[in-house]
């Protein structure tokens, strides 16, 4: 589904007693009136927010990257991205435009949310329909306050309804477990809405792109994981809410909300041509627009219809050896370590020695400051004093990259533009059976008659298959093989380092790299003091890091980390809310 061209909905839907003047180019009243196309419009315009530059075109990837174990900034960074750095860094401050806009386009997707939960129920539609967006509209608040939570901690204001004063536009910050609630509470309620419409991914009815019955269940289970390990801090209660995820996810599993499986090829999940297939349980939808659109101030007016993933993150075009500008954040060398030798997801995971070339004879496998040692004489850059890793070489991520050597007349203009129209899978069925086997590593009860062992072998021998010659454009394209093709995986079933809980968050790493995931997986199993040190490297591997010190020393390896993930209130929100108050990184 793509959202670009939709109304915008931004304005105060309910706001008519506190301002004097309307827009004359916004909706008004009669238009909540209306049918079943001014309603589609409604729920569209939430899901736009989604593709803003603050969001899934292109914040969220930076942001979950460079503050975790998985990425780095590069050379580059502190000439594009200053608010890269800090973040980087964990010195990031109030001021900072990344911060603000973050903050902004979240609440204004649950401002949009909350339009649609408020103002479609009394529209003139059917009631399939209206169970349809409604489930939607739920869905996503739940969405957009369960990233405010994981970036803002839960000493946000909760806005649970769109504003009629300005007594409910100065909300203070919310109580303990109230944001968490409401999550769980939205998720279960869309997964009742879009039940009652029967809305599942093999439905009729099901449009591309949209939250079905299957999104909203692997959402519900994932926001009752987090909430034992960020609120209860896997104690307590937690093992009933462990029980509660694990009794979600069994219904993806048992294919009981819809139909899923892992995709033949690994690869699948990152391309433009299989988007919404049956590993997809939620994505982001992108488009190739044809243009560039970056307002002055870097916060859309409107919608987005292409990514910056692979311009940022990879080595597409203007970003890749002729000219680095925008390549703002690499993978870690940590990340490259913790594949095993015959694991080929790191091939279409990274540009990585032994793996994919590019075009046809230059390897990415990384750059370094040395110009006449690299020999790439474009890549002379002076080093970053901020940027972290055991050395000057950094590796390009291939996921959601235009690859040069697949190119055929249709993605020639796509990749010199620099962007991407490929979807960002945020939810993968790989994702749900890992969840699984966390629960059941933490206590729960398997409902689904899969045992963690189960779950982690179906993924590890997908990896182990996914590698043919039909598999990869380089083989019809260049037509002589690169090195993986000449054998095949010979991945165990699982990890064979440490107990259970290892194995998952080692799985956990590869399997979902470059994909958001990582960040906020260190934060949720710190919390729950279940944090593994994975790293092959390491001669604890398997122990549990138990401090900030371990914490920074073996996984964030950065100097400046002082144990805060949550990214400060922004000083916009402090000047205009009187009610709002710093925390603990203001």
Known sequence: MRY????????????????????????????????????????????????????????????????????????????????????????????????????????????????????????????????????????????????????????????????????????????????????????????????????????????????????????????????????????????????KAAAEFAKVINQEVGTYALQTSYRDNFTNANEYNTESLFEVGFTFSGTKVWEVDQDNADCVEMNWVSMIGGMTSDCGVESPRYWNYAATRRLLRQYETDDYRRIYTLWAENGAWYKEKELIYAYNTDAESAGKESMNFPMNPFVKGEDNLYISFRKYDYDFNQQTNEYVGKAINGLSDINIRTMRYADVLLMYAETLALGATDV???????????????????????????????????????????????????????????????????????????????NAGILKDIDPSSSTRGATINSVDELKEKVIKEPAFQGIFVLPVPQYELNTNRNMIPNEAN
Not at 138 to 146: A, D, K
Not at 457 to 467: F, G, K, T, V, W
Request: a negative charge; aromatic letters at 12%.
């Open 448 to 526: 689904a008659g899969k045992p963690i062992a189960a779950c982690l072998s179906e993924i590890r021998q997908r990896a182990n298959n996914m590698i043919t010659a039909a598999d990869d454009p380089y083989q019809t394209e260049y037509g002589n093989p690169l090195p993986y093709f000449t054998r095949q995986g010979q991945l165990p079933d699982a990890y064979p380092f440490g107990d259970d809980l290892t194995k998952i968050q080692h799985e956990r790493m590869v399997e979902l790299a470059g994909e958001s995931h990582r960040y906020f997986d260190i934060i949720r199993w710190f």
């Open 4 to 243: 670009a061209g939709l109304i915008s909905l931004a304005l105060c839907c309910s706001c008519s007693d506190f301002l004097e003047r309307t827009n004359p180019e916004s909706e008004t009243e009669a238009f909540f009136t209306k049918g079943e196309t001014e309603a589609v419009k409604i729920v569209n315009a939430a899901y736009s927010v989604m593709q803003k530059n603050s969001m899934y075109m292109r914040g969220i990837e930076i942001i979950n990257a460079v503050r975790s174990d998985e990425g780095t900034i590069t050379p580059n960074t502190s000439k594009m991205e200053e608010n890269v750095v800090s973040l980087a860094t964990y010195q990031n401050n109030a001021s900072e435009k990344m911060t603000e806009m973050l903050w902004r386009e979240l609440y204004d997707g649950v401002h949009k949310s909350n339009v649609v939960i408020e103002r479609v129920p009394s529209m003139n539609i059917s009631d399939e329909m209206r169970n349809r967006i409604l489930g939607e509209g739920y869905f996503l608040r739940g969405f957009y306050n369960f990233h405010l939570v994981m970036y803002f901690g839960e000493r946000i204001p909760m806005r649970d309804k769109t504003a009629s004063s300005q007594t409910d536009l100065e909300k203070g910050p919310a109580e303990n477990g109230q944001i968490w609630n409401l999550i769980m509470n939205d998720f279960a309620t869309a997964q009742s809405y879009l039940e009652k419409a029967n809305y599942t991914n093999n439905s009729s009815a099901y449009e591309k792109g949209r939250a079905t019955l299957g999104t909203a269940t692997a959402y519900l289970g994932k926001a009752y994981l987090y909430y034992a390990q960020m609120v209860l801090k896997n104690q307590g209660d937690a093992l009933v809410y462990y029980n």
